[in-house]
Structures are given as C-alpha cells and as structure tokens.
C-alpha cells in the first residue's frame, strides 16, 4: 500500500517541512501526497514536480480553505482506506489536524517522529528531547507528524506525478475561520532558514531586536528566532518562539544572544549544526551546547559583529 | 456551563531527566513531580471563566496512579470545585486518554474541556484533538486567547505564521498555549479548602474504556552529545572562525 503526505502551503507555496516529511514518507513506500484548499490548482501542479511523489490527490473546496481540522480529520479519513501510512510535516497545521483524524481511526498517532527505523517502529524525541525513545506501533495503520528538521528535504523538482481529484467529504460545519494575523516579514521562515540569530530577555525590548539583530540576520541572510521569555514579554510575536513548544529548527548556524539556555529552549535548537552564543554569564548553560562562546555585552559585541561580517 | 480540565501529573519541568541504564525508560524514581505547566493554564482559565460568571462548576479530572490525587488537589486549591481520578497503574497513551475524557465529559455533561496543548514529559501533542474528535466536537488548539459565551467560543490560536482565530459551536475542546494566561499560586487558605473538596475515584473499566496500548516502547536512550566547544576572546576570532572553520559563513 502507498502513503498519503498531507501538503503544508501557502500563497508562497508548499513549505519546506512538508518536503521533509516526503523524505521520511519515502523511507515507507510509494508516495502520495494531499493538497486540500480552495483554488489550489497552482499548488497540486508543483505538488507533481516533487521528486518521489508518483499521485497528487487533490481536494478544492472552500471547506479546506483555512485547513480547519475538522473538515481536513473527514476529508483524511475518507482516503486512509487506501493507505498504510498518513504523515504530515509537525507543524501547526499537522499537529492540529492529524492526531484528529487518528482518534476517527482508532489509531494512536506517532508524534513528531525524528526517525524512521521500519515500517511499524519509529524514533521520538521526549521530555524536551532529553530522550530518544523508539517505539513500535501495532495499529494497523500509521498515523505520524514528522519532525522536519530531522529530515533533508526532498528537492522542490524532478519528479512528475499523476494529478487526481478527490471529493470533498462530508463534515458537519462546527468551526469556522474569522481571520488571522500573520507576522510579515523579509526573512526566511525559522524552520526552512539556512541561518538563525536568536534572541532573549537579555535584550530588553523589541527596539533592541530592530536595532541589533535585524542589521545582522540582513547581513547573513538570516531568520530571527527568539526565547520564550522574549515572546512572553512582547519583544517579538509568537511565532518567533524557539524550543520544545515554539518551533524545532536545525539550521546550519544558530546565534543565541542573551539566551540563557533552559532546556525548553535547547530543546528547539540543539541539533543545529554549528551554534554560537553571546552571553555575559560565562556560567550560562547556552555555553555547554555552544561550538563557539563569546562572553560579552550582547550590547557590545553585536554592533561589533554587524560591522565584522 | 459545567468545565471540565484534564490535568497530568510530570515530572516537573526544572527537572534534567536521566534516561535508566537499562533504556527502559527516563528515571522517575524520587524524581520531583508537579502539574504538566499547560494544564496549570487550563485550569487558571477554567477558574477565570469561572470568576466571569460564564462557568458554573470546574470538574478537573487527572488519569494515572494513586498519587495522581495530588496533582488533582493543586487544581482544586487553584479553584476547581471538584475532582475525578480515573486510576491506572498503566501507561495510558493519548489514544486511551481521549476515550477515558470522553465518558467522563459525557457523564458529566460538560459544555467544554480544557486541556494542555501538551504533556512536557510524552510531548505528544494529541490527547486534545482526539478528545474532540471522538465526541464529535470542534477543537480549538493552542490557544492564546478564549472567550466562551453561549453557544460558542472564539478562540485565537498560536500558528506558525502567527495568529489564527476560529470561532466554534459548543460545546467544543480547547487546548492551552503558553500565553494564554499566568496560572495563579494557590494561597494557603485555599490549599486548606482543597482538602475538604470531593475526588471521586474510577477505574477505566467504569468506563468500559479498554487501555491497552498500541505502542510499545522498545528502547529510550540519550540524543547523542554534542562535542565540547571553544570560547572565543573576541568577534574578530569568531568570525574568522566561523569563515574558516566551520565554513557556515
Ligand atoms: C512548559 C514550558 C515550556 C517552555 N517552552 C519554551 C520554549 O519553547 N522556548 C523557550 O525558549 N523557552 C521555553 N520555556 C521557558 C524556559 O524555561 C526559559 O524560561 C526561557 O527559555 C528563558 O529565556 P531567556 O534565556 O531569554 O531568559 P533568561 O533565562 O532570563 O536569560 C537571559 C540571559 O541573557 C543574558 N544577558 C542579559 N543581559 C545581557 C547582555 N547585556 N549581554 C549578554 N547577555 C546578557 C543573561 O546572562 C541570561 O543568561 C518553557 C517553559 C515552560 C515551563
Ligand atoms: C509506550 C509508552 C510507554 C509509557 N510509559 C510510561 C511510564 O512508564 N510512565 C509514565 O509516567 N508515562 C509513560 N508513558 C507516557 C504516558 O502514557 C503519556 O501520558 C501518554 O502517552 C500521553 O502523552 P502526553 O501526555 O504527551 O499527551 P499530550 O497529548 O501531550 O497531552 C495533552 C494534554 O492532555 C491531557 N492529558 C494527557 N494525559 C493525561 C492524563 N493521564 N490525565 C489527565 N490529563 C491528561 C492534559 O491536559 C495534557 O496537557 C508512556 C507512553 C507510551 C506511549
């Protein structure tokens, strides 16, 4: 049997976890993969270039407009029948969506999966990803959000698959969508950003994130991330959070500055490939993780290092 | 409007788990324990709702072993009015969780559960959702901001992007983010007042609820460690460095 990957987009296109969650979707069998929106004939067709995809179900209906996960749980569900596995990247949208259509198959998800070890076991970070645990389903169907960062993407092109129409399924209307605020910015997104600067209480105001990192994450092409305690306190939106409940990200560098490096935040960035931090405590636990320490006035040396690079 | 909010009791979050030399499992044993973070939010909102004169009893209900109690005790000090333990010695996956929620919710003819967005110890992220999908009610997950009224509940979610809000039709499943609210402290003359609040004990069977997991855990073990690093004396030597070394610039 195939498995179904259910595509994350938008306006800008398929996003780069769910081309993650096809690499690990690979690993299991022939790959399908689900675009549900409305008037979302562009996205089906660069769907069908993704290399490894041999069909695109396409589900258009304004009912899956706003991925709500009521509508999207049904619209799964009346196509599980076909398939073995259902994946989705863990993003928002996943973690909403998925464990909801699981529970309507009698099916326990696999959260957020980091490895793909056979058909039935996989491989799960717990407690803050202070553990690896690896666990073996015995439902008959898997239903699995999968952690992209731990996965290489698949290319964006080469591959040409089949485009297929679904029906919509039925849903009773429950939920609706009112609106949304969504963080505009230049930047790459956190999860698909080759580059990350991060910041934390230790720059006191949002000011500050405009004044000193912005210039720097310009300069490296870089997305700005943030602690929790910098979102709490209103220096940065929400979707800047790094760490066991923001985003999980694993770029090539990450700079934490004024980060002290509490195990929720380590959480959402240790396997990043090089890490460097700035802190003035040179006892602050960001520097057991860090490649490379600067003890220091973030004040001081950020300026220093925009003028460096 | 009867509330009811799930609350698990972890190993408390300030706590650096080990994993158990034989990869069994994280070691619990005389390990510090308290209330998952996101369900001391559910319960904080549940109260407040509570305050607003727009919910008329909180029902906090915890499923685990015996000690669960405890955790059950904290949300009533915080002003849930009554508790149900559903005792098992088991490892109850979300799956089991969501159907053992459902009975109690139907039983006690709730227009709304509250729940974390995630437990901090499994980090499943799930038991929410399948709560509302197998009572066939709406979900409004992540939450930042609710307002409950008569009939529905506008909820504004956490998304990647930012903000969503959705409005659903009750009664409906609400999980907690992080910035839905400060949880309160319990004071001390309501941590006495917890201990006169009634904790009705279940058992899954009660509920015909069957517990058996589908998951089997076959090895837990630690990530692999990250190599030591340098300090660096200055931003020219860790540019230079990171040019010349690590090569990500
Ligand atoms: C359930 C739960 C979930 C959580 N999830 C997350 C999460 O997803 N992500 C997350 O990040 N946190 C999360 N947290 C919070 C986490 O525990 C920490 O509180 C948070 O990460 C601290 O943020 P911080 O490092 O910015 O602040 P602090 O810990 O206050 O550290 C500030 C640092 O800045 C340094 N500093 C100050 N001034 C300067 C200066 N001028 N120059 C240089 N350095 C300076 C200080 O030395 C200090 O190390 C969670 C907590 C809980 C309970
Ligand atoms: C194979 C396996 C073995 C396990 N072994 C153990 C073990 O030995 N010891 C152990 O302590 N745990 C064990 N667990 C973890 C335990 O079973 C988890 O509680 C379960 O998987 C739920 O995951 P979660 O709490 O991360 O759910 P999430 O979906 O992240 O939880 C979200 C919310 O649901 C509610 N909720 C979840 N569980 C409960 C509950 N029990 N009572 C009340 N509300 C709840 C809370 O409001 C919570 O915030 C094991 C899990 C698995 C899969």
Known sequence: ?309 | MKLLVAVKRVVDYNVKVRVKSDKSGVETAGVKMSMNPFDEIAVEEAVRLKEKGVASEIIAVSIGIAQSQETIRTALAMGADRGVLVETDAAVEPLAVAKILKEVALREGVGAVILGKQAIDDDMNATGQMLAALLGWPQGTFASKVELAEGAATVTREVDGGLETVKLALPAVITTDLRLNEPRYASLPNIMKARKKEISTLQPADLNVDVTPRLTTISVSEPPARKSGVKVPDVATLVEKLRNEAKVI
């Open chain 1, 1 to 309: 049997m195939p498995v179904l990957v259910v595509l994350d987009f938008d306006a800008e296109g398929i996003k780069q976890p769910s081309r993650s969650a096809i690499a690990a979707a690979a690993k299991l069998g022939e790959v399908h993969v689900l675009v549900a929106g409305s008037g979302v004939a562009g996205v089906a067709a660069a769907a069908a270039k993704l290399p490894g995809v041999t069909k695109v179900l396409v589900a258009d209906d304004a009912a899956y407009a706003h991925h709500l996960a009521e509508p999207m749980a049904s619209l799964i569900v009346s196509l599980a029948g076909n398939y073995s596995h259902i994946l989705q990247a863990a993003t928002a949208s996943g973690k909403n969506v998925l464990p909801r259509a699981a529970a309507l198959l009698d099916v326990q998800p696999i959260s957020d999966i980091s490895g793909v070890v056979d058909a039935d076991t996989f491989i799960r970070p717990i407690y803050a990803g202070n553990a690896l645990a690896t666990v073996k389903s015995a439902d008959a169907k898997k239903v699995i959000t999968v952690r992209a960062a731990s996965f290489d993407p698949v290319p964006a092109e080469g591959g040409a698959a089949a485009i297929e129409k679904v029906a919509t399924a039925e849903n009773e209307a429950k939920s609706s969508y009112l609106g949304e605020e969504i963080s505009k910015s230049e930047r790459p997104e956190l999860t698909a950003a080759r580059v990350i600067i991060s910041g934390g209480r230790g720059m006191q105001n949002g000011e500050n994130f405009a004044k000193l990192i912005d210039p720097i994450a310009e300069k490296l092409g870089a997305a700005v991330g943030a602690s929790r305690a910098a979102v709490d306190a209103g220096y940065v939106p929400n979707d800047y959070q790094v760490g066991q409940t923001g985003k999980i990200v694993a770029p090539e560098l990450y700079i934490a500055v004024g980060i002290s490096g509490a195990i929720q935040h380590l959480a959402g960035m240790k396997d990043s490939k090089v890490i460097v931090a700035v802190n003035k405590d040179e006892d602050a636990p960001i520097f057991q993780v860090a490649d490379y320490g600067l003890v220091g006035d973030l004040f001081n040396v950020l300026p220093e290092l925009e003028k460096a690079l």
